[in-house]
């Protein structure tokens, strides 16, 4: 059940999302795992989280879709600050309070054209958390309103907000479960619909158990 509750927090590492006043549109990521987890492969965990995650934004709302065979979507709701999470496991959807964070940074440090992605040059934010290291890469070009997420504690992500005030284009995630590496394809302004925040009819919701 500890991977289980890993990926709860390894989604809201890589949803630095709802981009408020800037940006409206869709964001793909290509992302590969290197497990650190006794008899299950590399391969095994990408492919149950998915090697595509597309991300859908629109104000404070952020919309995951997966093409892992564990990991289904994953959506934020600004209006009740929870985030909910579908698994092929579980016909109930899981959710989690933004305001409450199991997890904490211990220290930060900012670094400066550190790489290019999709032709821009991207800054560096490292986060030491007790969780491990999150390594951030981002450009101004695709900036973020930290003050909506003021109550987005969950998986560091105020603190992500708030320091780089844009969206991340490339993610190195570091901890004793395994190493991702997360590296946008593209990054597109588009209408999106609300539709995509809207939860499902009649779904049923239970508080995530494993954190």
């Known amino acids: 059940m500890r991977i289980i509750s890993t990926v709860f927090f390894l989604l809201l590492f890589i949803s ?20 650190k987890v006794p008899n299950v492969s590399d391969d095994a ?27 289904q979507w994953q959506l934020y709701r600004q209006a009740d600050n929870k985030v909910y999470t579908k698994f092929s496991s579980s016909a109930s959807i899981l ?24 032709g821009y040059k991207c800054d560096e934010l490292i986060l030491t958390c007790k969780s491990g290291v999150q390594k951030y890469y981002f450009n101004s070009k695709f900036r973020i309103d930290p003050k909506v997420f003021e109550n987005h504690k969950f998986g560091n992500f105020y603190e992500y ?16 479960q395994f190493t991702l590496e997360s590296n946008a394809l593209s990054v597109e302004e588009q209408s999106i619909d609300d539709e995509l925040f809207v939860l499902p009819a009649n779904a049923t919701l239970e508080k995530n158990p494993y954190n």
């Open 161 to 176: 907000a708030s320091k780089s005030g844009a969206l991340p284009l490339k993610i190195v995630i570091d901890n004793v």
């Open 95 to 118: 959710w989690n309070d933004g305001a409450v964070n199991p997890d904490e940074v211990l220290k930060s440090e900012l670094n400066r054209n550190v790489v290019d992605v999709l």
């Open 16 to 35: 630095i999302t709802g981009i408020a006043q800037n940006f409206e549109g869709k964001l793909t990521y290509q992302t590969t795992y290197k497990s």
């Open 45 to 71: 965990f990408t492919q149950m989280m998915g090697t595509s995650l597309e991300y859908h934004f629109k104000g404070g709302n952020y919309r995951i879709n997966s093409n892992g065979t564990f990991l």
